[in-house]
Every structure is written in structure tokens, then in C-alpha cells.
């Protein structure tokens, strides 16, 4: 679970994920399929992780180092 995020970053770690995702669903029932099937469940878990990565690396190229933000508690 992710605590103590701003909601900005929360928004574009979720926007990343979302434009992730959205490379491997090929079907409009993907898009629209009610009931999650582990084959999306699975993607959207990597999509996440794949966002906190290059989040972090943006970080740590372009953050400040006099003040830290305190990255994704996973």
C-alpha cells in the first residue's frame, strides 16, 4: 500500500501505469471486461511498478537534494 504520497505524484504514477497498460490490452472487451482476469491484474501490477521505477529515476536526476520527497512505500 502506498502511504503518506502526495496526490499529485499518486495521480501520475497512476496516469504512467494507465499509459502502460494500455500497450498490452489489444481488445475492446480488455478495455471493458468487468471482472478482473489475472492476465490484467498481472499487468497492471507491473504497470505500477514499471511507473514507481522511472519515478524514482526521475528523482533522482532532477530532485532536490536540500529536500528530499520520500518515495512510494510498497
Known sequence: MVNGMEEG????????????????LKTTEDLHDSRPSPR????VGSAVQWAERIMKRIDGAFGDPANPRPGPRV
Open 9 to 24: 505524484r499518486k495521480r501520475v504514477l497512476g496516469i504512467m501505469a494507465s499509459i502502460l497498460v494500455s500497450r498490452h
Open 40 to 43: 490484467t491484474e498481472a499487468l
